[in-house]
């Protein structure tokens, strides 16, 4: 099932470099840039209005390294730190790595389009797209591990990813929380699974209905 051998699916060599913590301090050092200086935020975030009139060209990568205050990159770190590591441990730190930036972009972008479509100004940041493919990346591997949501209640991570999912479409169809990416979090969910089936070569519905059997757990 993961035989990568040709094309988009070559395997990178596997190495355990602790990216995810490279990927925390990245983020943890822009958030004091920001902090120190505020207006740089204007340069970093990913608005539709400087994408497209001033050529911020960079900033559907600079965006998921931003964010908004201490609560959102303290929850966003805490969800990296957890489950971070395990994943990159058996995806391999390039796979690992090459996944978080390929969701984290094309969350942005997907987010990007449907604003200048419906003309919202808005300035999006963090690394939630990016997160969230990785949710869903760690449900497809460890179907029935157990979390803890809001560190009491247990849940495998194949329902929670199905909770989430829910929740977030609720919350964008009805407006619900209206300064938070529900888009985005939702296009992370997608970007992850169309990257799961065109390059690792596996479907998530399949590792989620057949995970009472499944070999990686």
Do not use: C
């Not at 591990?145 to 977030?168: D, G, N, R, W």
């Amino acid at each position: 099932m993961f035989n990568q051998s040709k094309g988009i699916r070559k395997p990178f060599p596997h190495r355990d470099l602790n990216i995810t913590f490279i990927l925390i301090g990245i983020n943890v050092f822009i958030f004091f840039i920001t902090r120190v200086s505020p207006r740089a935020t204007l340069y970093l975030a990913l608005n539709p209005a400087t994408f497209i009139q001033y050529k911020f060209l960079w900033t559907p990568v600079t965006y998921m390294f931003t964010h908004g205050g201490m609560s959102h990159i303290i929850f966003n770190m805490l969800g990296l730190f957890f489950f971070g590591p395990q994943l990159e441990h058996r995806m391999g730190s390039w796979e690992f790595l090459t996944f978080y930036m390929v969701s984290g972009i094309l969350s942005g972008i997907f987010s990007l389009i449907f604003y200048i479509v419906v003309g919202y100004n808005v300035f999006l940041v963090g690394a939630s797209g990016a997160l969230f493919a990785i949710l869903l990346a760690f449900a497809v591997y460890f179907p029935n591990a157990i979390v803890y949501l809001f560190f009491v209640i247990p849940v495998k991570t194949k329902v929670m990813v199905l909770l989430f999912t829910a929740i977030e479409l609720f919350q964008e169809i009805f407006g619900i929380n209206g300064g938070i990416g529900h888009l985005t979090h939702l296009a992370g969910f997608g970007i992850a699974f169309l990257y799961f089936i065109i390059r690792i070569g596996l479907n998530p519905i399949t590792a989620f209905r057949d995970s009472g059997k499944s070999p990686w757990q």
